[in-house]
């Protein structure tokens, strides 16, 4: 019985002993670092093909799928420059960079949709890839 309640414990043991992988990625950032108190704004300023200012309607950005509206007041009011991410959705985007789309609409139908690849160091947001100037 003792051979037998051993053998049980060394599989047991071996069950929970299996090489798991982490679904999260861990925070390559160092806990002491200090960072600026800057709050960064990615923007994206539109145009029409004569150079001016477009005025949206409406205006939000998709990050995998789930709409995010960034406060136009972070960056005063200038015609034409919407923004697209800022650091307050550093917890929704990696290191390495995630694909957004800036989604614009004028008189009720989409006229952007514009991707950007925002990323994010240690203190603040980043874009990795894409312009933020356009023309419609």
Same mark, same amino acid.
């Given at each position: 019985?003792?051979?037998?309640?051993?053998?049980?414990?060394?599989?047991?043991?071996?069950?929970?002993?299996?090489?798991?992988?982490?679904?999260?990625?861990?925070?390559?950032?160092?806990?002491?670092?200090?960072?600026?108190?800057?709050?960064?704004?990615?923007?994206?300023?539109?145009?029409?093909?004569?150079?001016?200012?477009?005025?949206?309607?409406?205006?939000?950005?998709?990050?995998?799928?789930?709409?995010?509206?960034?406060?136009?007041?972070?960056?005063?009011?200038?015609?034409?420059?919407?923004?697209?991410?800022?650091?307050?959705?550093?917890?929704?985007?990696?290191?390495?960079?995630?694909?957004?789309?800036?989604?614009?609409?004028?008189?009720?139908?989409?006229?952007?949709?514009?991707?950007?690849?925002?990323?994010?160091?240690?203190?603040?947001? %980043?874009?990795?890839?894409?312009? %933020?100037?356009?023309?419609?």
């Amino acid at each position: 019985m003792k051979k037998l309640f051993v053998i049980f414990c060394f599989f047991s043991l071996a069950a929970t002993c299996q090489n798991q992988k982490k679904t999260t990625k861990e925070n390559p950032c160092d806990p002491t670092i200090i960072c600026t108190m800057e709050f960064k704004v990615i923007k994206l300023e539109i145009v029409d093909s004569e150079g001016n200012p477009v005025q949206l309607d409406e205006y939000y950005t998709e990050i995998e799928d789930k709409k995010i509206i960034v406060d136009k007041d972070l960056i005063g009011n200038p015609n034409g420059i919407y923004p697209v991410a800022s650091d307050g959705e550093m917890d929704k985007v990696s290191f390495e960079g995630d694909k957004l789309t800036f989604i614009g609409l004028l008189n009720g139908e989409k006229v952007v949709e514009h991707t950007l690849v925002i990323g994010k160091d240690c203190c603040h947001i %980043q874009l990795i890839k894409g312009e %933020q100037k356009i023309e419609l």
